[in-house]
T-cell receptor, first 111, second 115 residues
Framework: KNQVEQSPQSLIILEGKNCTLQ??????????LRWYKQDTGRGPVSLTI?????NTKSNGRYTATLDADTKQSSLHITASQLSDSASYIC??????????FGAGTRLFVKA | DAGITQSPRHKVTETGTPVTLRCHQT?????MYWYRQDPGHGLRLIHY???????DKGEVSDGYSVSRSKTEDFLLTLESATSSQTSVYFC??????????????FGPGTRLTVL
């Protein structure tokens, strides 16, 4: 069964600290993996995309990694800001129009 | 929100009534999608469209129908609303479906409550 599992479900960190969010998937075949950020009350916004041959992709303070062999990805946030408080969603595209969304990690950044 | 609007933004309705949600885009993107988002679940695809009058079912299509008569509009209809369809509905668009250019842009969402 194609699945995307994210951990932790929620996370609280202090402003300025780093954090890492995890994503494990069993989607096959694999086309790409994206991380989205979803602010409360808004639609998700794409942060990064990685295909099979890419193992690291950065977007400002966000760095995503992909290990296609172990089917794991992580999103590292450096020097967190209050505006980073949001849900982070891992999305894996399989064959055709199959796109599996993880349930997300809810990040709270406190001052 | 990338030139995507959804209407209404909030709706409360009663069980058994039909409901239509509208998604409008100004980006001229070919692909349009309807998702629902429920607590503890990832976004789940209801229906999608790959062109005017070309639509197909997603993983949770039962009880929903769609229509796309113009590039810019994608309508989602709940034929007879049930309480299990209480959810937040998101419309998304994408320009292409190549694995490196399939970024989906999401609308602001519609919160639907079925009593």
């Amino acid at each position: 069964k194609n699945q995307v599992e994210q951990s932790p479900q929620s996370l609280i960190i202090l402003e300025g600290k780093n954090c890492t969010l995890q994503c494990n998937y069993t989607v096959s075949p694999f086309s790409n993996l994206r991380w989205y950020k979803q602010d409360t009350g808004r639609g998700p916004v794409s942060l990064t995309i990685m295909t099979f041959s890419e193992n690291t992709k950065s977007n400002g303070r966000y760095t995503a990694t992909l290990d296609a062999d172990t089917k794991q990805s992580s999103l590292h946030i450096t020097a967190s800001q209050l505006s980073d408080s949001a849900s982070y969603i891992c999305v894996v595209r399989g064959g055709g129009f199959k796109t599996i969304f993880g349930a997300g990690t809810r990040l709270f950044v406190k001052a | 929100d990338a030139g995507i609007t959804q209407s209404p933004r909030h709706k409360v309705t009663e069980t058994g009534t039909p409901v239509t949600l509208r998604c409008h885009q100004t980006e001229n993107h070919r692909y349009m999608y309807w998702y629902r988002q429920d607590p503890g679940h990832g976004l789940r695809l209801i229906h999608y469209s790959y062109g005017v009058k070309d639509t197909d079912k997603g993983e949770v299509s039962d009880g929903y129908s769609v229509s796309r008569s113009k590039t810019e509009d994608f309508l989602l209809t709940l034929e007879s609303a049930t309480s299990s369809q209480t959810s937040v509905y998101f419309c998304a668009i994408s320009e292409a479906w190549d694995r490196t250019t399939d970024t989906q842009y999401f609308g602001p969402g519609t919160r639907l409550t079925v009593l």
